[in-house]
């Protein structure tokens, strides 16, 4: 049985707590990859565990604010256990997971996940009263502490799944992401028409047909292009259907180069990203992928990344109708394309397979593909 206790003995506990929270939060702003080590426990298992009892731990502490009696050595114990156990667990499975040993995707997705975590602790466990008036109000606060429970629990769900996950699992996730990107990105430039634009200059599209004052139609010039060249007043506006003609072409090739791109991840997720040694929380240490494998992932993943950036910044230039800067980035986007592909052109074992000899046949198409009018 819990012994009893005043109000004013949750004062120490609370500093300790606020104090390893202010701890944590400043860790996961520095940065530092000590490499990987046999001797340490595996990290994403440490993870799992810690989560595991903190979720729990915030499911009682929850119970004992919102429920009368208020009962300070309950709510002592609750925190006694985050401070002595829990805390210093998930500190220690963000030391423990480094670039070099668990994958950039990894160490990224557990720190923005434990700040997230950190802050919703520092949020809820403001709500904790420090004297009698404090307990007083918590009915009225009853909203904000289930809020602030649901969000503590909501990140504890994630980051029990990451944990299951592993590399192989978390890099599947964000490989697909950015092949959605990607896809919708390549499906709305193929709706787009370059002939559609608003070239009214007085911003009134609402009049399709003839103009009030009888004279044809702006829209009908553009259309009517150099069917029009012998009336000088018509001519500038030829020579914008020129370029909207340009522009039809720029689209062709330069989705022709986006969709050599699309074809990436199928390939890379089912041929490399799947079969990248499995590692999870259950996995023993010494089964952690060699630094090297890692090394080779941390780029591929960043590539992926890069892919998915840049098809947006293709398509908004294609629909600034700036044929040189799309063909500028088509340019760069292909170059890392042919040497991100090159860069796993083995599997994991250093051996050739079938996407070996697939990736020589890509890399041939993309160098092939030409953006605009140029041949």
């Not at 403001?126 to 909501?154: N, Y």
């Not at 050599?260 to 041929?271: C, E, F, G, H, S």
Request: aromatic share 4%.
């Amino acid at each position: 049985m819990v012994p009893s206790m005043s109000i004013g003995q949750l004062e120490a506990p609370l500093k300790t707590l606020n104090g390893l929270l202010k701890h944590f939060q400043t860790s996961l702003s520095t940065t530092s990859d000590t490499g990987p080590s046999t001797q340490a426990p595996n990290a994403l298992s440490v993870l799992h565990d810690s989560s595991s009892l903190l979720r729990a731990q915030i499911t009682k502490l929850s119970l004992l604010l919102l429920n009368q009696p208020f009962t300070p050595s309950a709510i002592a114990s609750v925190i006694t256990s985050i401070n002595g156990e829990i805390l210093p667990g998930l500190m220690a499975a963000d030391e423990l997971c480094q670039p070099r040993s668990y994958s950039h995707i990894l160490q990224k997705e557990v720190r923005t996940q434990l700040g997230d975590l950190v802050e919703g602790l520092i949020g809820l466990v403001c709500h904790i009263p420090k004297d009698e008036k404090g307990t007083r109000s918590l009915h009225a606060r009853r909203e904000e502490i289930l809020q602030g429970t649901g969000h503590v629990w909501q990140t504890c769900d994630r980051l029990i799944k990451v944990a299951g996950m592993g590399i192989v699992g978390l890099a599947v996730e964000k490989a697909e992401a950015y092949h959605a990107l990607v896809k919708d990105a390549v499906e709305e430039l193929e709706e787009w028409d370059p002939d559609q634009e608003d070239i009214d200059p007085f911003g009134d599209s609402s009049d399709s047909g003839s103009n009030s004052d009888g004279k044809e139609p702006i829209l009908a010039v553009v259309n009517g292009g150099m069917a029009n060249k012998g009336n000088p007043e018509n001519e500038p506006l030829a020579l914008d259907s020129l370029q909207i003609t340009d522009m039809h072409a720029v689209k062709g090739s330069t989705l022709k180069t986006l969709k050599l791109i699309r074809m990436i991840y199928p390939a890379v997720l089912k041929r490399r990203i799947s079969k990248f040694p499995p590692f999870t929380r259950t996995s023993s240490i010494s089964s952690l992928p060699l630094t090297a494998q890692i090394e080779i992932l941390n780029q591929l993943m960043q590539d992926l990344r890069q892919f998915s950036e840049d098809t947006d910044e293709i398509a908004a230039a294609i629909y600034g109708r700036d044929s040189a800067d799309v063909e500028r980035k088509i340019k760069v986007l292909k170059l890392l394309a042919a040497r991100s592909i090159g860069g796993v052109k083995s599997d994991w074992a250093n051996k050739e397979d079938e996407f070996s000899v697939w990736s020589m046949k890509w890399i041939d198409r993309i160098n092939e593909s030409t953006v605009g009018l140029k041949t």
